[in-house]
């Protein structure tokens, strides 16, 4: 079953626009990954914030992370066409470190 | 961070037949993992394939329907087996970056099976 799951499922909007997605997961986590994934194609990832970080930056990225909530967000900033694709977070669970993926946040930037 | 090289990147296979999917990686790494990503649907853990020993699959999947082989620290086969239709799906392969992931992981590019 699922950990993590994405909100919205599907994301629409104008480039230049900042898009933000939500992960919420079930139980106590070491870490939580967002990834891309372009067109059915591998997934590349994206940041990883530990259990003990609130928020992490990483170029037009920044992802927060609230375990009181077991949820995390992922914002992009000045969207662009090229940021279209599928975005999954990932959390490790019981004791396992090997991720768990949600179902994922299409995001679909109009040029 | 380690590269990866899965091929085929896609096939079109008919229905009892099989499929051997290859991972080359750029470098040995201990842990070496398959996916199953189902049209729309989140990725699956398959199984866990560690050089040297038997994979660890995950509940839901078996040996005899997904062989994996291991050879060696930079390389790893997945055969789907007698395929049928509920069998199309994307398959990934994937390696942790750091110690048990600390970096995240790193994937192939995907094989796209269609089974007809």
Not at chain 1, 76 to 94: E, M, N, P, V, W
Not at chain 2, 70 to 97: A, H, K, Q, W
Request: aromatic residues 8%; charged residues 20%; neutral net charge.
């Amino acid at each position: 079953s699922q950990q993590g799951e994405e909100d919205p499922q599907a994301l629409s909007i104008q480039e230049g626009e900042n898009a933000t997605m939500n992960c919420s997961y079930k139980t106590s986590i070491n870490n939580l990954q967002w990834y891309r994934q372009n067109s059915g194609r591998g997934l590349v990832h994206l940041i990883l914030i530990r259990s003990n970080e609130r928020e992490k930056h990483s170029g037009r990225l920044r992802v927060t992370l609230d375990t009181s909530k077991k949820s995390s967000s992922l914002l992009i900033t000045a969207s662009r066409a090229a940021d279209t694709a599928s975005y999954f977070c990932a959390t490790d669970k019981g004791g396992s470190y090997i991720p768990t993926f949600g179902r994922g946040t299409s995001l679909i930037v109009h040029p | 961070s380690a590269v990866i090289s899965q091929k085929p990147s896609r096939d079109i296979c008919q229905r009892g037949t099989s499929l051997t999917i290859q991972c080359q990686v750029d470098s040995q790494v201990t842990m070496m993992f398959w996916y199953r990503q189902q049209p729309g649907q989140s990725l699956t853990l398959i199984a866990t394939a560690n050089q040297g020993s038997e994979a660890t699959y995950e509940s839901g999947f078996v040996i005899d329907k997904f062989p994996i082989s291991r050879p060696n620290l930079t390389f790893s086969t997945l055969t789907v087996s007698n395929m049928s239709p509920e069998d199309s799906s994307i398959y990934l392969c994937s390696v942790e970056g750091g110690d048990r992931g600390s970096y995240g992981y790193t994937f192939g590019s995907g094989t796209r099976l269609t089974v007809v």
